[in-house]
């Protein structure tokens, strides 16, 4: 099986049925411990379970993202984490001891690699092989990535954003940056505070951006009511919100990733530059779902940019592609073999 293991979902493809699990990366805990909740039925509360708790804990339950910022902030709860999601696929399926490949961030570390390896590894994985985001998201979107060609990728997730130039089956750049879709919500829930007095939750951010949110101007405009409680009063109150405004919340955010992606065109060899004239920029993850984010990075970098066919699955499926053909791959960092 193949795991995308991102900082907002977590995605299991197997080949041959796809998708067969899409879930968010969060585990509840007791608070202070590293204890995972169980729900009143005895599973464990990760995943949905977990996501519902977020911003609605109790006092004594933390909801926790371990992988938020694009590091493994908690070693126990990313490996409860991958635990549950491969016994879950597990489950359903027959394979007893499977080959796994988990697409990682490529900003984490030596150390939290092997963190991950043995997760799955305790998980019932009988061998684990480590891909690097940006190189699953490239063959996730059909890109000629063992082709003498430069292909560009830029992976727009929740906690970090991966910018990756490729060209015969490895990463001949890249550049990871900590803004992605969590600051885009970020930046609306300080919009509506300095605009309205109102505070709202990480989740009604989350669901204007969805509904309303854009990058550039794209069709008509928009409103939406928007319900939070207000900074003076404390009371409950609703408000109406339109597109323009959420837009030049998401100014800053933005800017931050079309900067990491004029970088990595900067560094890159002239030659690959060359390439991406003709081959131009590919979007994926659920960031490049935001109306007129490709007309941004288009704007700012002058090349053709396309969104990957459907962006949220795309790593996921590239892991699957991945583990099918295995030896083609020269830098895979495996489990029994202690690369690390
Ligand atoms: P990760 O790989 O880091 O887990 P994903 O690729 O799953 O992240 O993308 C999650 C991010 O995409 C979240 O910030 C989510 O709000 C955002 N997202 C999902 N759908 C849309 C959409 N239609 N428009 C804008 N952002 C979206
Ligand atoms: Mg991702």
């Not at 300080?190 to 951006?209: D, S």
């Not at 970098?301 to 066919?309: K, P």
Request: hydrophobic share 40%; aromatic share 4%.
């Amino acid at each position: 099986m193949g795991i995308d293991l991102g900082t907002c979902n977590t995605l299991v493809c197997v080949r041959g049925e796809g998708i067969v699990l899409n879930e968010p990366s969060v585990v509840a805990v007791r608070k202070g411990t590293n204890k995972v909740l169980r729900m009143p039925d005895g599973s464990y509360a990760v995943g949905w379970a977990a996501k519902e708790m977020l911003g609605k804990t109790p006092g004594s339950i933390s909801a926790i993202r371990p992988l938020k910022d694009g590091v493994i902030s908690d070693f126990e709860i990313t490996e409860a984490l991958l635990k549950y999601f491969i016994g879950k696929v597990q489950g359903r399926h027959t394979f007893l001891h499977p080959r796994v490949v988990i697409a990682v961030p490529s900003g984490i570390t030596a150390v939290e690699k092997r963190a991950v390896i043995d997760s799955a590894e305790h998980a019932g994985a009988r061998r684990v092989f480590l891909v690097e985001e940006p190189m699953a998201a490239a063959i996730g979107a059909n890109l000629p990535v063992n082709e003498a060609t430069a292909s560009m990728i830029v992976d727009i997730g929740g906690g970090t954003t991966e910018v990756a130039i490729l060209s015969l089956a490895d990463i001949a750049q890249c550049e990871s940056v900590r803004t992605a879709g969590d600051d885009f919500d970020e930046a609306i829930i300080n919009h509506m505070k300095k605009a309205y007095n109102l505070m709202i939750g990480e989740q009604t951010a989350e669901r204007i951006k969805i509904e309303i949110g854009s990058a550039a101007p794209v069709g008509e405009e928009q409103t939406m009511e928007v319900r939070g409680r207000d900074m003076i009063s404390g009371l409950p109150r609703k408000t109406l919100v339109t597109s323009e405004e959420i837009r030049s919340a998401l100014q800053e955010p933005l800017s931050a990733i079309t900067e990491t992606v004029t970088r990595t065109l900067e560094r890159a060899e002239p030659e690959l530059a060359a390439d991406l004239v003709d081959n131009g920029i590919t979007l994926a993850g659920g960031g490049a779902l935001l109306r007129g984010i490709d007309k941004v990075i288009a704007d700012a970098t002058g090349l053709d940019v396309r969104q990957a066919e459907d962006p949220l699955t795309c790593v996921a499926r590239g892991t699957a592609i991945y583990l099918e053909h295995l030896e083609e791959w020269k830098h895979t960092m495996e489990s029994d073999n202690n690369g690390s």
